[in-house]
């Protein structure tokens, strides 16, 4: 069993930043991929960033130069780290890693992100 933990998410005003956490646990062994993707309401689900464990890090047109993805392989830790949050970037944030061994991937529950004034 594999278990993701987000933490992070919140209401802030337009221009603010947020740093979304997501720790796993578990039956992990090594993680290959972490990432993060959001589904805004009446949207689907959408890529937002994703980091290999050799750091290779892959954003959305949307969010490049705004946010950064990073991780603590030692934590099994993935982070998020969003500044310019514009209204458009609320959304519901999950978290996702893939093993390394098996290729399988988990999810997070997901936290919600509101950007309003």
């Known amino acids: 069993q594999v278990q993701l933990v987000e933490s992070g998410g919140g209401l802030v005003q337009p221009g603010g930043s947020l740093r979304l956490s997501c720790a796993a646990s578990g039956s992990i062994g090594s993680i290959y991929v972490m990432g993060w993707y959001r589904r805004a309401p009446g949207k689907q689900r959408e890529l937002v960033a994703t980091?290999?464990?050799?750091?290779?890090?892959n954003y959305a047109d949307a969010v490049k130069g705004r946010f950064t993805i990073s991780r603590d392989n030692a934590k099994n830790t993935v982070y998020l780290q969003m500044n310019g949050l514009k209204p458009e970037d609320t959304a519901v944030y999950y978290c996702k890693v893939v093993l390394s061994d098996t290729m399988m991937d988990y999810w997070g529950q997901g936290t919600q992100v509101t950007v309003s004034s």
């Open positions: 980091i290999t464990r050799g750091r290779s890090t």
